[in-house]
């Protein structure tokens, strides 16, 4: 019996080791992307990636690149950038407990979803919006 337990956690440790080194491989590679995007549109994408890559454990630098790739989105009028770093950033908004603001940056990226007939961002928000208020524990709505 103890030897099947030493056996699952070494597994587990040598998989999670293996599984940062990948992680920080894909950081690098997509900071290097951003570094060498020759379009604003490219840059506000890669910005949106490291945030999904962030987003799970250090939702802080995903929230960060998320607001530089809203910023961005804005500045250029690149809805599908604005509608995507709002989507991402109400997503780990929601993760991390803050659901007042993961609604609010839902609604936001509703907004542009319906103002540009992104069909399947509109569907995503409508999920995130239930999954939201199941976290949050309220379950009438």
């Known amino acids: 019996m103890m030897k099947k337990i030493a056996f699952a956690f070494f597994l587990s440790l040598a998989w999670s080791l293996g ?17 060498i995007a020759t379009s604003d549109t490219s840059r506000v994408l890669a910005m949106d990636e490291l945030a999904l890559t962030y987003q799970s454990y250090k ?10 790739a809203l910023m961005l989105a804005r500045k ?15 997503f780990t908004l929601g993760l991390v407990g803050n659901y007042p603001r993961a609604l609010e940056m839902q609604l936001k990226a509703l ?17 995130r919006f239930g999954n939201i208020y199941r976290d949050a524990g309220d379950y009438s709505k």
Do not use: C, T, W
């Open 59 to 68: 939702p802080d630098s995903s929230i960060h690149y998320s607001q530089q």
């Open 76 to 90: 250029i009028k690149y809805p599908k950038g604005e509608f995507q770093a709002l989507f991402r950033m109400g």
């Open 111 to 127: 907004r542009i979803a319906e103002k540009n007939n992104f069909l399947l961002g509109k569907a995503g928000v409508i999920n």
């Open 19 to 35: 599984f940062s080194q990948n992680r920080a491989h894909e950081i690098d590679s997509l900071k290097h992307e951003l570094a």
